[in-house]
């Protein structure tokens, strides 16, 4: 009889295919019994088209956000963090190290538990394309190798989907790394407008002028500056000084507040006299006489034993230069004079001409907002309200800050004294730090940069004093402060999200290629389970050759030869030898069901199986004796028994149609009431069979193993003799 090798031709009441012999006797999927539930076919979770679907989605999705993410940060900067009071699940720390490595590792897990499931699969998928090696198709584990070896073995079978599901595998296990390095946090400034802050000064001439406490106040600090190196205190920048505001008490990280206010400028215009003496009038005093370059002069005597150190130091008004006559308004003269260091000890003079000018500007102060002090200063325009600072008498004449009319209070003439001295004291105490006071003297413009430097600190200081009273209003500011930012880091971001990208079209592909495949083959339960293996290969005679401790070398040795398939009609792993290319049929498993005209039709045909020699008496047992035979009682079989066996071998063997082959068949039991007997029992007699399953075991016992590692299963009720 020639091999069939369509469905086909099986369906127009030809005989099942050849290769299929050892599954002749199960029964077709939907018909092991009246009202049976057909069987669906077993699918795993993570290969079922939804979860694939929202997998892949997932993944594109999250791919296109980092992107997204990446120019948004890079266009504005970052991302803002929640404050500090806020929820700490959304703290920077969660949002930059635990959140992106916990989205992508439930992402992960699930592709990992399809790459099981892939890997679990695929012996399936081989056996349904039909003949192929026991290496091939019984003995691949893909689930238990390594990742080299899955690799290794992927490339020899040519398993192209198991290597592109590994490969998928190994790139996945990047993503936590590169999620946890994707979000930096960093300090960057951040710009708040629409501020007001609440101003408490307004320009005007401050009515305890006349008692010289800010005066005095601002020499005592210039005098402290120079000695400790103090920078000008709040609202003070250089010459400027700004109305006083109150500063936002919420505590920011290296803020800036920019606020619009008014704000005093105060030039002291020094210059160096256009001509000096130092002369002795013929006693022990000496005298210091200079003039401007506006042609004013003045002069000071003094007497240079009258301190120890041998310095002097001052600072007297030019009378009769400019257009005021009040001695608080007019120009002043800073001198001083020591001795060099020579054998002579030759007496040296120095004086610097200052005339004070002061306007008034609406302007931008930057002021500091850790230590309140103003950084920058940026003029808008002239300060046009009325006041009688830059209107009224005053009319804007600035104070010289260091003469005053006398007195007759003891205490505001002592304050003038302090005034003069104090910052007088505080330029030459400048100039005689290291390297000394005579470098200061030899250079034209020496006491000129110092002068300027210390007596404009003190101006600008009596100005925030003098020239500013109290008032309250609103004044528009913005702040800029460093705030934590969440950035996108570009490098990881665009490392992500092409791994991300990659994973889900080979999802995608995997999924839509394997998909197709799994057609092929019929399976009812997780492949993982020894039942569901014994399920599949109980009726499969090759079975037979196999024990429970055989080892894989051994287990191919033995298989060696065969070539393995799973039958279309019932999913059953059979095994023939070498027959060649065996067709199977492509797309949705059709079920072959069985035509129902004799039981003769249904037994083996001697020369298309490959174990039909295994039912004989010749070598089909490994180690002696079958295993059916090691079932049968001791002693062996009655001769008669012997050979009434060895007649139904020939008659299989042959391919005898007999009468009474044919009936002898006929008694065997239906497959779906006699699951529990195998193949080769079936063949014997009734009373023989009655015989041997009575000296077996007759009580009821449950499934267990024996110590060589077997697993077996005694009958379920006595059988009696």
């Given at each position: 009889?020639?091999?069939?090798?369509?469905?086909?031709?099986?369906?127009?009441?030809?005989?099942?295919?050849?290769?299929?012999?050892?599954?002749?006797?199960?029964?077709?999927?939907?018909?092991?019994?009246?009202?049976?539930?057909?069987?669906?076919?077993?699918?795993?979770?993570?290969?079922?088209?939804?979860?694939?679907?929202?997998?892949?989605?997932?993944?594109?999705?999250?791919?296109?956000?980092?992107?997204?993410?990446?120019?948004?940060?890079?266009?504005?900067?970052?991302?803002?963090?929640?404050?500090?009071?806020?929820?700490?699940?959304?703290?920077?720390?969660?949002?930059?190290?635990?959140?992106?490595?916990?989205?992508?590792?439930?992402?992960?897990?699930?592709?990992?538990?399809?790459?099981?499931?892939?890997?679990?699969?695929?012996?399936?998928?081989?056996?349904?394309?039909?003949?192929?090696?026991?290496?091939?198709?019984?003995?691949?584990?893909?689930?238990?190798?390594?990742?080299?070896?899955?690799?290794?073995?992927?490339?020899?079978?040519?398993?192209?989907?198991?290597?592109?599901?590994?490969?998928?595998?190994?790139?996945?296990?990047?993503?936590?790394?590169?999620?946890?390095?994707?979000?930096?946090?960093?300090?960057?400034?951040?710009?708040?407008?629409?501020?007001?802050?609440?101003?408490?000064?307004?320009?005007?001439?401050?009515?305890?002028?006349?008692?010289?406490?800010?005066?005095?106040?601002?020499?005592?600090?210039?005098?402290?500056?120079?000695?400790?190196?103090?920078?000008?205190?709040?609202?003070?920048?250089?010459?400027?000084?700004?109305?006083?505001?109150?500063?936002?008490?919420?505590?920011?990280?290296d803020g800036v507040l920019f606020v619009n206010t008014t704000a005093i400028q105060t030039t002291p215009n020094c210059e160096v006299p256009q001509t000096s003496t130092l002369s002795t009038p013929g006693t022990s005093s000496f005298t210091i006489q200079a003039t401007n370059s506006?042609?004013?002069?003045?002069?000071?005597?003094?007497?240079?034993?009258?301190?120890?150190?041998?310095?002097?130091?001052?600072?007297?008004?030019?009378?009769?230069?400019?257009?005021?006559?009040?001695?608080?308004?007019?120009?002043?003269?800073?001198?001083?004079?020591?001795?060099?260091?020579?054998?002579?000890?030759?007496?040296?003079?120095?004086?610097?001409?200052?005339?004070?000018?002061?306007?008034?500007?609406?302007?931008?102060?930057?002021?500091?907002?850790?230590?309140?002090?103003?950084?920058?200063?940026?003029?808008?325009?002239?300060?046009?309200?009325?006041?009688?600072?830059?209107?009224?008498t005053q009319n804007g004449q600035a104070y010289n800050s260091l003469k005053f009319a006398n007195s007759s209070d003891t205490f505001v003439q002592a304050r003038a004294t302090s005034i003069r001295s104090g910052v007088s004291g505080a330029i030459f105490r400048y100039a005689s730090?290291?390297?000394?006071?005579?470098?200061?003297?030899?250079?034209?413009?020496?006491?000129?940069?110092?002068?300027?430097?210390?007596?404009?600190?003190?101006?600008?200081?009596?100005?925030?004093?003098?020239?500013?009273?109290?008032?309250?209003?609103?004044?528009?500011?913005?702040?800029?402060?460093?705030?934590?930012?969440?950035?996108?880091?570009?490098?990881?971001?665009?490392?992500?999200?092409?791994?991300?990208?990659?994973?889900?079209?080979?999802?995608?592909?995997?999924?839509?290629?394997?998909?197709?495949?799994?057609?092929?083959?019929?399976?009812?339960?997780?492949?993982?389970?020894?039942?569901?293996?014994?399920?599949?290969?109980?009726?499969?005679?090759?079975?037979?050759?196999?024990?429970?401790?055989?080892?894989?070398?051994?287990?191919?040795?033995?298989?060696?030869?065969?070539?393995?398939s799973l039958d279309p009609r019932t999913g059953a792993v059979v095994a023939d030898r070498d027959v060649g290319p065996v067709t199977v049929p492509v797309g949705l498993v059709t079920p072959y069901t069985v035509t129902p005209y004799s039981q003769a039709e249904l037994r083996p045909?001697?020369?298309?199986?490959?174990?039909?020699?295994?039912?004989?008496?010749?070598?089909?047992?490994?180690?002696?004796?079958?295993?059916?035979?090691?079932?049968?009682?001791?002693?062996?079989?009655?001769?008669?028994?012997?050979?009434?066996?060895?007649?139904?071998?020939?008659?299989?063997?042959?391919?005898?149609?007999?009468?009474?082959?044919?009936?002898?068949?006929?008694?065997?039991?239906?497959?779906?009431?006699?699951?529990?007997?195998?193949?080769?029992?079936?063949?014997?007699?009734?009373?023989?069979?009655?015989?041997?399953?009575?000296?077996?075991?007759?009580?009821?016992?449950?499934?267990?193993?024996?110590?060589?590692?077997?697993?077996?299963?005694?009958?379920?009720?006595?059988?009696?003799?």
């Amino acid at each position: 009889m020639s091999r069939m090798s369509t469905p086909d031709a099986y369906s127009a009441g030809m005989h099942h295919p050849p290769s299929y012999r050892d599954a002749m006797y199960v029964p077709s999927r939907g018909l092991v019994g009246p009202g049976a539930l057909e069987p669906k076919r077993y699918r795993p979770m993570t290969l079922r088209t939804w979860v694939v679907a929202v997998v892949v989605l997932m993944l594109l999705g999250l791919a296109i956000a980092i992107e997204a993410s990446l120019a948004y940060s890079n266009k504005n900067g970052g991302f803002a963090t929640p404050e500090r009071n806020a929820l700490p699940t959304f703290s920077p720390r969660f949002l930059t190290a635990f959140f992106p490595t916990l989205l992508v590792a439930g992402l992960l897990l699930i592709w990992q538990s399809s790459d099981r499931s892939y890997k679990e699969l695929q012996p399936y998928i081989v056996l349904a394309r039909g003949n192929v090696t026991a290496a091939e198709g019984l003995l691949a584990n893909y689930s238990g190798l390594s990742v080299y070896s899955t690799i290794v073995n992927a490339i020899k079978f040519r398993h192209y989907l198991i290597l592109l599901s590994t490969v998928v595998t190994l790139l996945g296990s990047f993503l936590q790394p590169l999620a946890g390095s994707i979000i930096q946090p960093e300090q960057r400034p951040q710009t708040t407008n629409g501020i007001f802050v609440q101003s408490s000064k307004t320009i005007g001439l401050a009515p305890d002028v006349g008692q010289l406490n800010a005066f005095q106040a601002a020499a005592g600090f210039a005098e402290a500056a120079v000695f400790h190196g103090l920078p000008d205190p709040p609202f003070v920048h250089g010459g400027w000084s700004v109305a006083e505001f109150v500063l936002p008490d919420k505590p920011v990280l290296d803020g800036v507040l920019f606020v619009n206010t008014t704000a005093i400028q105060t030039t002291p215009n020094c210059e160096v006299p256009q001509t000096s003496t130092l002369s002795t009038p013929g006693t022990s005093s000496f005298t210091i006489q200079a003039t401007n370059s506006a042609g004013c002069s003045a002069s000071v005597t003094f007497d240079p034993e009258s301190t120890t150190s041998g310095t002097q130091y001052g600072v007297v008004s030019v009378e009769n230069c400019g257009q005021s006559t009040q001695i608080e308004f007019e120009p002043v003269m800073f001198w001083f004079f020591h001795r060099k260091t020579d054998d002579i000890q030759t007496p040296e003079g120095a004086a610097v001409f200052c005339h004070p000018t002061i306007k008034a500007f609406n302007v931008v102060a930057e002021t500091n907002l850790n230590n309140g002090s103003i950084s920058s200063i940026t003029g808008l325009d002239i300060v046009t309200t009325s006041n009688n600072v830059t209107g009224g008498t005053q009319n804007g004449q600035a104070y010289n800050s260091l003469k005053f009319a006398n007195s007759s209070d003891t205490f505001v003439q002592a304050r003038a004294t302090s005034i003069r001295s104090g910052v007088s004291g505080a330029i030459f105490r400048y100039a005689s730090q290291v390297p000394g006071v005579q470098p200061t003297f030899d250079d034209p413009n020496g006491f000129l940069n110092i002068t300027n430097r210390v007596y404009t600190q003190h101006l600008s200081i009596s100005a925030k004093s003098i020239y500013f009273v109290d008032g309250t209003s609103s004044a528009p500011a913005k702040m800029v402060s460093l705030v934590p930012r969440l950035l996108i880091d570009p490098l990881p971001a665009h490392a992500l999200a092409v791994v991300l990208t990659f994973i889900g079209l080979s999802a995608l592909f995997l999924h839509i290629v394997h998909s197709r495949q799994r057609r092929r083959f019929f399976l009812a339960a997780s492949p993982g389970s020894i039942a569901h293996i014994i399920s599949m290969t109980a009726h499969a005679r090759f079975g037979e050759k196999l024990y429970p401790y055989d080892d894989d070398e051994t287990l191919a040795r033995k298989l060696a030869g065969l070539s393995f398939s799973l039958d279309p009609r019932t999913g059953a792993v059979v095994a023939d030898r070498d027959v060649g290319p065996v067709t199977v049929p492509v797309g949705l498993v059709t079920p072959y069901t069985v035509t129902p005209y004799s039981q003769a039709e249904l037994r083996p045909r001697a020369s298309s199986s490959a174990f039909s020699a295994t039912i004989s008496s010749e070598p089909y047992y490994d180690d002696g004796q079958s295993q059916s035979s090691r079932l049968l009682p001791s002693p062996a079989l009655s001769e008669k028994h012997r050979g009434h066996d060895r007649a139904s071998s020939r008659d299989l063997e042959e391919g005898s149609s007999s009468r009474g082959s044919v009936q002898e068949m006929r008694q065997l039991p239906a497959y779906s009431q006699d699951d529990a007997e195998s193949s080769t029992a079936r063949l014997l007699r009734p009373a023989d069979e009655k015989r041997r399953l009575g000296a077996i075991n007759r009580d009821t016992r449950s499934p267990s193993s024996s110590p060589r590692g077997a697993v077996f299963s005694d009958a379920d009720t006595q059988i009696s003799g």
